[in-house]
């Protein structure tokens, strides 16, 4: 996939006056996503909603998709922000726990967003490959094994072999989240999503399903074909330490 150009604000506010104006075309932004989607956004709707000129708008944005990235990267960084602070929580937990709780966190975090992040996950911005995505996937997994090294007892990995791990885990994890954001985002909210993704992720871990993978081809839907290949001839999945 090639890598999508991004769509940047043409300048950012220094003043309190123009601050409340930018915030107030990125706020519109977010309830225009919520209330039309993502495929009615349209720039006069939201210099209107903004209350402000379609003239003031394009001093800061020059399309719909700048506004859309800006919105994206900032949900991005409050998540990645929650995952170290996830991880951090759980410092001294055994390893499966700290791995259940970010994703706990993570899902719950999609369910409370739900009509904002269903239609961006309908945008370029949230696939892994975009600029803004790889970004915030590629530095999840030094977290992770930075993470990991405190720990008294940590994952059973060589931590070259963690970051390879983590480097398809957080891909395959976001790409699921994505795809069922996109498709079917009632079934996020269910009891089952959860404890479906808890399982991909404890048995990419303890089958090696990552191993041999390309971060850049694993998506969501091979993962989880070779997740239940790998898992069918257990009995029962151990635990991670």
Known sequence: MAM????RPRKLPRQARSRATFEAIVQAGEQLLC??????????????????????????????EAV???IAERKLAEIHRLVGQTLGAHRKAPAAESMNAVLAMLVSYLRA??????????????????????????SLPELIV????RRPRGFRLHPDR?????????????DTCRETLASNPESLCGPRFLA????????????????????????ARNAWSAVREAASGLQALPQIA
């Open 162 to 174: 963690t970051r390879s791990a983590f480097a398809v885990l957080t891909r395959v994890v976001w």
């Open 35 to 64: 209330r039309n989607g993502f495929d009615a956004l349209r720039m006069n709707a939201l210099a209107e909603r903004a209350g402000v000129s379609p003239g003031s708008l394009y001093q800061y944005f020059p399309n719909q």
């Open 4 to 7: 999508q150009i991004r769509n």
């Open 196 to 219: 479906e993704l808890e399982l991909l992720a404890r048995t990419m871990l303890l089958t090696g399903t990552f191993e041999s993978r390309s971060s850049i081809s694993f998506s």
């Open 113 to 138: 967003e739900l009509p904002l992040m269903r239609e961006l996950a309908k945008s370029d911005v949230f696939l892994c490959d975009s600029p803004t995505m790889s970004g915030y996937l590629g």
């Open 146 to 149: 930075r993470c990991a090294r």
């Open 68 to 70: 859309v990235e800006l």
